[in-house]
């Protein structure tokens, strides 16, 4: 070390040394051991979920596979008689039969358009309570979860209620505003059979979009909106090029769940049915599954048509899955 400024001139110090760059075959051996540990440490976690997930789903998809290929009726089930193996014709009777290819588009209609519905209103309610006072988020906030809670059963009912055709309280508003609804059946008619099956699926639905779209809105940067808002971009573009990107995540997972839902939906139909819909004119897969299955005691055929359903869901939420993929890569 110089003693004096003389020697520290006369002698300067030599420049630091720059690190050595590590060999790609060495890097591995030199990380700490607890990080090569901490990195195994989730898919160890992970182990309980897949076995418990194979032991729930192996046996029961097994099995429906199993039968998809065999004719299995009533006295399969009781046990008098042994199952026959069929080979393919469940599966050609599932691709030739007009009836179960109209039962398929009904049922791709009415996912489309329920899906739509329930995202575009999802989505505007959950926009329109960020733009509101407190206590009227609150307050639309109850309500929508006091809708979302409520049973299944209880809330048919309720709808039954409300267009029944003799003292339903829709045919006597639309009777006082100069309508002839008198005794008006909502539910014979297919057309308007699912006009009302989609308003009550809607309702039931649009709650979790609310919840799930207003909690992706909150973490919208203010700073980056009041930005866009001064350089003089409109209340559309700021949602298009900077709110929209940023709850898009959200939004895909919450769309490809609404699908599902929607196309697998049982209750509601299969209760509106009860209360005067024609079943034939009105089954969806789920209700059609059912009478496959338990009224005609098909249940070859009625598992065929479930793998199809299954094999459709996949096929439907497909963009969604790899637009998810493509984003946790990013």
């Known amino acids: 070390m110089p003693k004096t400024l003389g020697d520290a001139l006369a002698h300067p110090a030599a420049p630091p040394r720059s690190p050595q760059p590590v060999p790609p075959g060495h890097r591995n051996e030199?990380?700490?051991?607890?990080h090569r540990r901490r990195s195994i440490a989730p898919y160890l976690l992970l182990i309980p979920v897949l076995v418990a997930l194979i032991l729930a789903l192996a046996y029961p998809l097994g099995r429906q596979v199993i039968m998809s290929f065999q004719g299995f009726?009533?006295?399969q089930q009781l046990g008098t008689k042994p199952p026959e193996w069929v080979g393919v014709d469940n599966y050609v009777t599932l691709l030739t039969d007009k009836a179960i290819w109209a039962v398929i588009a009904r049922s791709l209609a009415f996912c489309f358009v329920n899906a739509s519905?329930?995202?575009?209103?999802?989505t505007a309610l959950a926009t329109l309570m960020t733009k509101t006072s407190t206590t009227f988020r609150l307050i639309l906030s109850t309500a929508l979860l006091f809708a979302w809670a409520m049973p299944v059963i209880a809330a048919m009912t309720v709808w039954e209620w409300l267009f029944n055709s003799d003292y339903g309280v829709i045919n006597w508003i639309l009777t006082r505003l100069g309508g002839d609804f008198t005794g008006h059946s909502w539910l014979t008619n297919p057309l308007s059979f699912f006009f009302v099956a989609t308003v009550v699926v809607v309702w039931m639905s649009v709650p979790f979009v609310v919840f799930s779209v207003y909690s992706a809105l909150t973490q919208v940067s203010e700073e980056?909106?009041?930005?866009?808002?001064?350089d003089g971009?409109?209340?559309?573009q700021r949602f298009r090029h900077i709110i929209l990107p940023t709850i898009m995540p959200v939004l895909s997972v919450v769309t490809m769940l609404q699908i599902i839902w929607d196309l697998r939906v049982f209750t509601q139909i299969f209760y509106l049915q009860g209360a005067g819909g024609l079943a034939s004119k009105t089954d969806l897969l789920g209700t059609f599954i059912y009478r496959l299955g338990i009224s005609q005691s098909d249940y070859g055929l009625a598992s065929a048509v479930a793998l199809f359903v299954l094999i459709l869901t996949l096929i439907v939420t497909s963009g969604y899955v790899r637009s998810l993929f493509k984003e946790a890569d990013a």
């Open 30 to 34: 030199e990380l700490p051991v607890r």
């Open 224 to 230: 980056v909106l009041e930005a866009a808002a001064l």
């Open 117 to 122: 519905l329930t995202m575009i209103i999802g």
């Open 73 to 75: 009726g009533l006295a």
């Open 233 to 236: 971009a409109g209340g559309w």
